[in-house]
T-cell receptor, first 113, second 109 residues
């Protein structure tokens, strides 16, 4: 099955700990994205990558970090510097740049207490 | 960043009725996309309309685009319970990507 996967579905962490969210795609897409969604809100862009070994900050990059060492993988680390990390995190990919339709993973719900 | 604003924020209709939701945006676009999100799930791409198109159909979906008014509408005909979801528009131009807060559609059986 082609698609985009995120793991785990639910993640619980104590405040002050870094946590890494996984995102993998087998669609052979060049571009990948991370979004954050808070209850009743839209999606806000955290980071995006249009090609391996390159990524750009989105609107709310502070307290987050990413890497893009392989085309199929775009992990997101939520650091202890992120003041309010509890949210629903969505990863997406697209065949090309920002004009193309995006394919989304099922999301990871992170709870930090 | 380019953000679409959907209207209304929430819409409840009887099954079988048509649902219309609107999107407004601020700057020039290359295309505009509509997505659906079921509760607690990822978004699913529904339809893309290019800036030089005025109307597009896909099954029970009809999308219109008026670039002079910087607005788009999504019509879902003959609604079904399974259409209950949030719908987001995504105007795509030269600015950073983002999505609006969406229209929450509830289909009443």
């Amino acid at each position: 099955d082609g698609g985009i996967t995120q793991s785990p579905k639910y993640l619980f962490r104590k405040e002050g700990q870094n946590v890494t969210l996984s995102c993998e795609q087998n669609l052979n897409h060049d571009a990948m994205y991370w979004y954050r969604q808070d209850p009743g809100q839209g999606l806000r862009l955290i980071y995006y990558s249009q090609i391996v070994n390159d990524f750009q900050k989105g609107d709310i990059a502070e307290g987050y970090s990413v890497s893009r060492e392989k085309k199929e993988s775009f992990p997101l680390t939520v650091t202890s510097a992120q003041k309010n990390p509890t949210a629903f995190y969505l990863c997406a990919s697209s065949i090309g740049g920002t004009y193309y339709e995006q394919y989304f993973g099922p999301g990871t719900r992170l709870t930090v207490t | 960043s380019q953000q679409g604003e959907e209207d209304p924020q929430a819409l409840s209709i009887q099954e079988g009725e048509n649902a219309t939701m609107n999107c407004s945006y601020k700057t020039s676009i290359n295309n505009l996309q509509w997505y659906r999100q079921n509760s607690g799930r990822g978004l699913v791409h529904l339809i893309l309309i290019r800036s030089n198109e005025r109307e597009k159909h896909s099954g029970r979906l009809r999308v219109t685009l008026d670039t002079s008014k910087k607005s788009s509408s999504l019509l879902i005909t003959a609604s079904r319970a399974a259409d209950t979801a949030s719908y987001f528009c995504a105007p795509r131009g030269n600015e950073k990507l983002t999505f609006g807060t969406g229209t929450r559609l509830t289909i009443i059986p």
